[in-house]
Nanobody, 114 residues
Framework: QVQLVESGGGLVQPGGSLRLSCAAS????????MGWYRQAPGKQRELVAT???????NYARSVKGRFTISRDNTKNTIDLQMNSLKPEDTAMYFC????????WGQGTLVTVSS
């Protein structure tokens, strides 16, 4: 089964931007849905954005208009461009897909603070 590795997290000031990347261990060409979830301290994991292999996208209401998900089937990556970041975006961000069962990366921490 595919393995996912996230990168790009870090500390950013409110209003700033970050770009997260998720690298898959094998071709994602035939994988339908891939996406990003996040989990803030003391809260449940929640959907951020998903993208299908036909490039249909879906966003959580809280990030719509600020975040953009993309996928590159030639590089086997999905990215999450995050703009206008807010303190409430602080969380561990996880790359996700589904192959008979949910598959998660190890996560990358995003901290939005002044």
């Amino acid at each position: 089964q595919v393995q996912l590795v996230e990168s790009g997290g870090g500390l950013v000031q409110p209003g700033g931007s970050l770009r997260l990347s998720c690298a898959a261990s094998e071709s994602i060409f035939s994988i339908d849905v891939m996406g990003w979830y996040r989990q803030a301290p003391g809260k449940q994991r929640e959907l951020v954005a998903t993208i299908t292999n036909r490039y249909y996208t879906n966003y959580a209401r809280s990030v719509k208009g600020r975040f953009t998900i993309s996928r590159d089937n030639t590089k086997n990556t999905i990215d999450l461009q995050m703009n206008s970041l807010k303190p409430e975006d602080t969380a561990m961000y996880f790359c996700y897909t589904f192959q008979l069962r949910p598959i998660w990366g190890q996560g990358t921490l995003v901290t939005v603070s002044s």
